[in-house]
């Protein structure tokens, strides 16, 4: 979206849907990011044995689950100058390698405050392969008109 105008959104609108396949390497360029080196992220054979989370399999990181939630904002809306000011995040259930997270968002609350000012809160959720939520989140972002 290259326009985006605080007068065209509307409460309960959607935007689109942010899916990402969680696979190793992806877990261990997360790591690298984020300078959490945790065997549960990072040593498959350690998880193995360890079962840390009850799964012999190693988890994505919890920022990797904020992050791809708040990507559904920015993909939508940044082309058009929205900037993302504050998230609130809470992470349910750990995210096994091997899983495809499906991220949603929803407007909930509009707050009109003049050109470049107003603020949009928008309602974020991540589901799993087998439809389980793993994260719940708010974003408040300004839009520029």
Not at 38 to 61: I, L, R, Y
Not at 63 to 86: D, E, H, I, K, P
Not at 106 to 132: F, K, M
Request: hydrophobic letters at 40%; glycine letters at 6%.
């Amino acid at each position: 979206m290259t326009e985006l105008h605080f007068s065209d959104l509307r409460i309960n609108d959607l935007l689109p849907t942010v899916s990402h396949a969680v696979n190793q390497d992806t877990i261990d360029l997360c790591a690298v990011a984020h300078l959490d080196y945790n065997p549960v992220h990072t040593d498959v054979e350690w998880c193995k044995t360890a079962q840390v989370f009850g799964t012999p399999k190693t988890v994505a990181h919890g920022m990797f689950t904020m992050t791809l939630m708040t990507s559904v904002v920015l993909r939508a809306w940044q082309r058009a100058g929205a900037f993302v000011n504050s998230i609130d995040a809470k992470l349910t259930k750990p995210v096994e390698v091997g899983q495809t997270l499906r991220c949603d968002g929803r407007v909930i609350e509009l707050h009109p405050r003049g050109p470049g000012q107003s603020v949009v809160v928008v309602a974020l959720t991540a589901i799993n392969t087998q439809g389980d939520t793993v994260g719940v989140g708010q974003v408040q972002v300004t839009i520029p008109d």
